[in-house]
C-alpha cells in the first residue's frame, strides 16, 4: 500500500486535510479531513508498507486497543482506496 503522490496532506485552518494536486483534482470532488492518527497513518504511507507496519506504527505510538486500532485503520485505509488516494497491492497486504 502507498499514496497516490497526487495527494497531499496540508493543514487549512487548523484542520488537517487531503487534497488532490495536479490533473487529479480536476477529477477528485472533495476533501478528506483526518485527525492525529490519520496524520500518522499518512505518514507511514508515505513508503511502501504493509496493513501490519501501519498496525505496529500505531500501537507502538498510541495507547489504544489492538482490535480498535486495527478497525480504525482498515475505516481510514478503505476512505483512502475510495477515492483512488491509496494504491494496493494483494501481495503486500496483510490483515
Known sequence: MK???NFVLRE????CIII??????LEFNGLITVNEIGMEL??????????????????EEY????EVAKEDIQ????KLIDGGILTEDDSTESR
Open 3 to 5: 499514496i497516490d503522490r
Open 12 to 15: 487549512i485552518a487548523g484542520e
Open 20 to 25: 488532490p494536486t495536479g490533473k487529479t483534482a
Open 42 to 59: 499518512w505518514k507511514m504511507l508515505q513508503n511502501e508498507v504493509t496493513f501490519d507496519d501501519l498496525l505496529k506504527g500505531i500501537m
Open 63 to 66: 495507547d489504544v486497543d489492538k
Open 75 to 78: 475505516d481510514f485505509l478503505d
